[in-house]
């Protein structure tokens, strides 16, 4: 193909790029005829492009990049090639990526791989007798410097469909049945090709999505709900001299001091809460308030969860201040104090992708009587005397109790600091910074609603503090029974249902997940976030019994066919299983024992002692009553199959207590809380 046949912006008024691509695959399928060629082309062009997408991750320090280019480029080609050329590079794309994660290529192994990848092609042709394609619009294959702006569209032409081109080469080699073939050969179905019409939709809700899973080090192959979640709870305590700066400027229990007797002179309220903001301190304690910060032990606590190489960790000084702990004031609860001992979420901003704010509370005395909770990750602590408890600003729940018997073991007043920090990939600082000025921004203003509504007299602040406390308990309602995540989870699905008009899209996507969680978090047991875990398969399998029971129930195709056999077995072994879940408890159902958060204990009631994994084989025993159904076998023949399929696999790794040994023991939460756990 000659450069001159490139369309230009000027001939695009009627340009069919489908009919473009099949001209200029059977031009390049002439130079790629010989099987040998075309087999070499599968390991060079892949060599190449592992070698490309090395770089991008070197430059970005993660795969998301080269995942978001992947996806970008899969989307452009749907409406052009066939349906053999398109699936061929999915493969070719997806094989790609997981070489280039798996290699990690140095800077100099990547452009190696780019050089050799490039000659390899060269000599393939060379080796085969037959002449190259990038020769048809250059002499040689050399840059055309006659002409330089043709060569540059035909070059760049090639490249971008360099993949779908081997792939179709291929074709001709493969011996498959003819109705295969004419499928291969054919279109992409509608549905598929519609993606890329509503790519201005499906692109931003895919990198929400991604982002609201893939958030730190730990979870960074956590695309998806169906994997295991950890918990991103940290903590540490200043004081600890193992994981200190070895050339402190000050001992941290100097800086704390000097601190809290800082905030001792100001007088502190006893009967609400007293709060200091960092620009409002002077000298000596904005000095240790800045030291304390910026401390070694902090930031070497971020590490444990957001690698160096990946992201990068930002103080808000502007969200700083030292807080003094008001009483609960249980007779009047509509104060704005009311939200700390709530559960609740402090910030709103939980729907920004790989970005996180970090709250530490960080304890300066001696505190027995205040515990800070976080259920979703199951734990409590006291914050004292240096102890660091760090938790994501907008999207960890939390809440704090006390336990007055303990006043006479602790200091008359709790006083903590709360320091801020901005974490964010260094490949997205602009979105780093932007999340960290929203926050900034956010809490100024909410900190002046909350001063405003800490004391309310008069019917309009005890308004506000309405709207303080009811907002408090919409954000944790939504994380606690939902997820954020979850949520633009189930966007992208319904999304996804309405570019493609295909409801199964969303069916498959929603109606799985929970036992790729069950497998992968029993597997996998160590520093799982549990009280997600819990929620995450709740909401999951609610959905995908909600829609079974829809479609027994309303059928699309055909009648209601009443089936005593099949509604007994359905009631039967959702029965049992309830039963099995009442003897057990819920947290023993979802794995509490298998993730060490409490006793195993051995278990005789029926109908344990009766029927072997009776939560499972009950759950099965029902889903075959829906089977039972003709009308609903008839119309979703495999779905009922894949649900058993799921759990027998899941059965088995039970039954042969299939998972990860592991060497150590987690040091993210503190052990002693582990056995608090236990003992509650």
């Known amino acids: 193909m000659n450069a001159s046949n490139v369309p230009t912006a000027g001939h695009s008024i009627g340009f069919d790029p489908a009919k473009h691509y099949e001209e200029l695959s059977q031009q390049f399928s002439m130079y790629h005829r010989d099987p040998v060629n075309v087999a070499l082309h599968f390991l060079t062009t892949p060599l190449g492009l592992i070698g490309s997408f090395s770089l991008l991750n070197s430059y970005t320090k993660s795969t998301s990049a080269t995942l978001l280019v992947t996806f970008c480029y899969l989307l452009s080609l749907l409406p052009i090639l066939p349906s053999g050329d398109f699936y061929g590079t999915v493969l070719l794309c997806a094989a790609i990526i997981f070489c280039s994660r798996a290699f990690r290529l140095t800077f100099f192994e990547a452009m190696a791989f780019v050089v050799i990848g490039y000659v390899l092609q060269d000599m393939s042709h060379i080796a085969t007798g037959e002449p190259t394609f990038q020769g048809t619009y250059s002499a040689g294959g050399h840059i055309d410097l006659a002409n330089p702006v043709g060569w540059l569209q035909s070059f760049v032409e090639h490249v971008y469909y360099l993949l779908p081109l081997i792939v179709h080469a291929a074709m001709p080699h493969l011996k498959v049945p003819a109705d295969v073939r004419s499928v291969l050969d054919g279109p992409l179905p509608d549905s598929m090709v519609q993606l890329e019409a509503f790519g201005w939709l499906l692109g931003p809700l895919t990198i929400f999505a991604l982002g609201s899973y893939c958030i730190d080090s730990k979870n960074a192959l956590c695309f998806f709900p169906g994997t295991p979640y950890f918990y991103r709870v940290v903590q540490c305590n200043l004081k600890d001299r193992e994981a200190s700066d070895p050339t402190p400027v000050q001992e941290p229990r100097v800086d704390m001091k000097i601190i809290r007797d800082w905030a001792m002179s100001h007088n502190p309220a006893e009967d609400k809460s007293t709060h200091f903001w960092f620009k409002d301190l002077q000298g000596d304690a904005r000095a240790a308030f800045d030291r304390c910060a910026n401390s070694f032990q902090i930031m070497k606590m971020f590490r444990s969860l957001f690698g160096e190489s990946h992201y990068c960790v930002d103080i808000l000084p502007g969200m700083n201040e030292i807080y003094v702990t008001g009483p609960e004031r249980k007779e009047d609860v509509m104060n704005s104090d009311h939200v700390f001992y709530s559960r609740h979420v402090d910030g709103p901003f939980g729907f920004v992708p790989f970005v996180s704010v970090y709250r530490c509370i960080v304890g300066l005395d001696k505190n027995m009587v205040v515990t800070t909770h976080y259920p979703l990750a199951g734990f409590g602590h006291n914050a004292c005397e240096g102890d660091v408890l760090a938790f994501d600003f907008n999207r960890e729940v939390h809440y704090i109790t006390r336990d007055d018997s303990k006043r006479d073991i602790s200091d008359r007043f709790r006083v903590t600091l709360k320091l801020h920090y901005c974490i964010y990939p260094r490949v997205l600082r602009p979105l780093g910074w932007l999340m960290g000025w929203l926050n900034t921004q956010y809490n100024l203003s909410f900190r002046a609603l909350f001063l405003k509504t800490i004391a309310p007299s008069s019917l309009y602040e005890h308004f506000l503090a309405w709207n303080v406390n009811f907002n408090t308990f919409l954000f944790d309602r939504i994380e606690t029974l939902l997820g954020l995540r979850n949520v633009v989870y189930v966007l992208s699905a319904l999304a996804l249902w309405h570019a493609t008009g295909l409801y199964e899209v969303f069916f498959a996507l929603t109606s799985f997940v929970h036992y790729f969680r069950y497998i992968t978090t029993f597997y996998v047991r160590r520093g799982i976030d549990f009280g997600s875990f819990k929620r995450d398969v709740l909401l999951f399998k609610t ?71 009776p939560m499972i084989i009950s759950q099965m025993f029902a889903l075959l009553g829906f089977y039972k159904a003709a009308h609903f076998r008839q119309e979703w023949p495999y779905v009922v199959p894949i649900h058993l399929a799921c759990y027998l696999v899941h059965m088995l790794q039970e039954h042969f207590n299939i998972y990860q040994k592991h060497d150590k023991v987690d040091a993210s939460v503190d052990r002693h809380d582990i056995i608090k756990l236990k003992q509650q």
Do not use: N
Request: charged letters at 15%.
């Open 543 to 613: 959905l995908a019994l909600a829609q079974l029971v829809y479609h027994y129930i309303l059928p699309s195709k055909s009648a209601f066919v009443f089936d005593p056999v099949s509604l007994a077995m359905i009631a039967v072994g959702y029965t049992i299983s309830v039963m099995a879940t009442g003897v057990i408890g819920i947290d023993r159902t979802y794995f509490a024992a298998e993730l060490g958060l409490v006793e195993s204990k051995w278990i005789e009631r029926f109908p344990y002692g009766y029927i072997p994994h």
